[in-house]
């Protein structure tokens, strides 16, 4: 993070804590001392409903429970239709990545433009799989709202991160000032390149007369265990790397965490389908027939939708852009130091659904 932007110290809000993973039988732990042993149904007006084997369901507040443990089995063929989103895909062959998640939910909490950051009660491991997504609108200096994403188009010089969208969410992973900030948006998936405490912010330097705030909801996979940073054999590609990534359709750019050095050498493969817009949808290939026409892409010749890419220079530059599509090789240059992030060739994002799963190799 910038010097200026240090100006937003770390503070603590305390948070009610909800631990959830995906078990054949949920239990869930009050904080009056009681276990429960059923099926977790939901979280509806502001309420935890729990259902017990006799078919009673029960309701309970946020501060009445401690966590909720859900180990559900998650082989193919075995996954019970719960009506609740599962947990984020994970390459089969990650360590750690077997026929059981370990996905654990916190409880939404705010997020509002303060002075200082706002510290969560979610502790990360290195290598372990975050996922965020965010709602809610944030007043920027009394007279500018944005969502989660940010104001496309606008930045912010003296932000966290100025070259992101301003007024978009953000985090960081404990309170070293060398953490480098996290594009969250409203939505993302990264693998946490370090030990610590979750950290968040709005990224927008002024804090006066702000208004509003982001509701977050965190989810962390405790038995992913994926690669971080890039290669450390002096400029020389790493062999046997992989990691698998989520690139969401309604977020612009979502940061690999994978770090770029010179003559390195990346084999990316994407799958999936994503809808676009006016009931239009596109592979990691791109749509050209669901081309506007004035419409200004961020590559101009590529399929609306196409999975694109780009290294994000440690100067905060960024480099040209790359078609990925369906599958695509790169090798970086000499004297390119970055961080590789992935793309949406389109250039309103906001009205997109769906997301590609990409396999990184290098």
């Known amino acids: 993070m910038n010097r200026k932007a240090m100006r937003k110290s770390f503070a603590i809000i305390a948070l009610v804590t ?23 149904v939901g979280f509806e007006n502001g309420q935890f409903t729990f259902e017990l084997p006799n078919g009673n369901r029960l ?3 946020p501060t009445e429970v401690d966590r909720l443990v859900m180990e559900r089995d998650t082989v193919a063929g075995n996954q019970p239709d719960s009506g609740r989103p599962g947990p984020p895909s994970r390459n089969p062959n990650q360590p750690g990545s077997g026929g059981n998640t370990a996905m654990e939910t916190f409880p939404a909490f705010n997020v509002q433009l303060e002075e200082k950051w706002i510290r969560s009660s979610i502790q990360v491991s290195r290598g372990q799989l975050v996922h965020v997504e965010a709602t809610g609108t944030v007043t920027l200096e009394g007279r500018t709202q944005t969502g989660p994403d940010g104001l496309n188009g606008r930045r912010d010089p003296d932000s966290p991160m100025p070259d992101a969208n301003d007024g978009a969410l953000i985090a960081a ?14 939505g993302v998936e990264f693998v946490a390149e370090n030990d610590g405490l979750l950290y968040f912010t709005v990224n927008h330097w002024e804090t006066a007369n702000a208004r509003g705030s982001f509701r977050v909801t965190v989810s962390v996979d405790r038995n992913f265990r994926g690669d971080v940073g890039g290669n450390t054999g002096g400029g020389q590609p790493s062999q046997g790397k992989e990691k ?13 965490g994978i770090d770029v050095e010179p003559n390195m050498t990346f084999q990316i493969v994407a799958e999936g389908e994503i809808e676009i817009g006016n009931r239009a949808y596109a592979r990691p290939e791109g749509n050209q027939n669901a081309k506007v026409r004035g419409s200004t892409y961020p590559v101009p010749d590529a399929g609306v939708g196409a999975l694109i890419a780009k290294i994000r220079y440690r100067d905060g530059r960024d480099s040209n852009l790359l078609y990925i599509g369906a599958q695509n090789g790169a ?26 799963r ?3 190799r290098w």
Do not use: C, H, M
């Open 18 to 40: 909800l631990l959830a993973s995906a078990a054949l039988a949920d239990t869930l732990y009050l904080k009056n001392g009681s276990v429960l042993k059923g099926v977790f």
């Open 173 to 186: 992973i404990g309170q070293d000032q060398n953490s480098p900030p996290i594009f969250i948006g409203r």
């Open 59 to 61: 309701k309970f507040r």
């Open 331 to 356: 090798q970086t240059d000499p004297g390119e130091y970055g961080r590789l992030w992935l793309g949406i060739n389109d250039d309103f994002v906001r009205d997109n659904k769906g997301s590609f």
């Open 358 to 360: 990409v396999v990184i």
């Open 244 to 256: 698998t990534i989520t690139v969401n359709a309604t977020q612009q750019w979502t940061d690999t």
